[in-house]
């Protein structure tokens, strides 16, 4: 009962809880990018025309994101870097998307921001391709 309510963490435990963030959360963003890859031509006509880019332009930025950025994010390869476009992806999705809305409609997407943030922050941890090209 005393280990529950310690403020302390092992190294271990820090390694493990940023494997399974970094794992969660590209799994399940990469079924997002997945859907939006394979149904390019469904989602294009009718996808968010961004900042004047285009439906197909904008789309295949975020498929870049959820699919590519996300495998990236898996394998723990230039994790901090993939997490940009993640996090502006996300913030899309918020603020414009969902109008703002963290609480409602939005909440997922402000889940999935929080995440990342705290990925391109903290980094990938020991369990990553990261941090053996770094040794």
Same mark, same amino acid.
């Given at each position: 009962?005393?280990?529950? @309510? +310690?403020?302390?963490?092992?190294?271990?435990? =820090?390694? *493990? %809880?940023? =494997?399974? #963030?970094?794992?969660? @959360?590209?799994?399940? !963003?990469?079924? /997002?990018?997945?859907?939006?890859?394979? /149904?390019?031509?469904?989602?294009?006509?009718?996808? !968010?025309?961004?900042?004047?880019?285009?439906?197909?332009? +904008?789309?295949? #930025?975020?498929?870049? %994101? $959820? @699919?590519?950025?996300?495998? =990236?994010?898996?394998?723990? &390869? @230039? *994790?901090?870097?993939? *997490?940009?476009? #993640?996090?502006?992806? *996300?913030?899309?999705?918020?603020?414009?998307? /969902?109008?703002? $809305?963290? =609480?409602?409609?939005? $909440? /997922? %997407?402000?889940?999935? #921001?929080?995440?990342?943030?705290? &990925? &391109?922050?903290?980094?990938?941890?020991?369990? +990553?391709?990261?941090? !053996?090209?770094?040794?």
């Amino acid at each position: 009962m005393k280990k529950l @309510f +310690s403020t302390k963490y092992s190294a271990g435990a =820090f390694n *493990t %809880a940023m =494997f399974v #963030l970094r794992i969660g @959360f590209g799994v399940l !963003m990469l079924m /997002h990018g997945y859907d939006k890859l394979v /149904h390019f031509s469904t989602y294009a006509p009718k996808f !968010m025309n961004f900042m004047g880019l285009g439906n197909n332009i +904008s789309l295949a #930025l975020v498929i870049f %994101a $959820e @699919f590519f950025c996300s495998l =990236f994010l898996i394998l723990g &390869l @230039f *994790t901090r870097l993939a *997490t940009i476009p #993640l996090i502006i992806a *996300t913030c899309v999705m918020v603020f414009k998307a /969902h109008k703002g $809305e963290i =609480f409602g409609d939005g $909440e /997922h %997407a402000s889940l999935y #921001l929080i995440g990342y943030l705290v &990925l &391109l922050l903290v980094g990938p941890g020991r369990a +990553s391709i990261d941090s !053996m090209i770094g040794k």
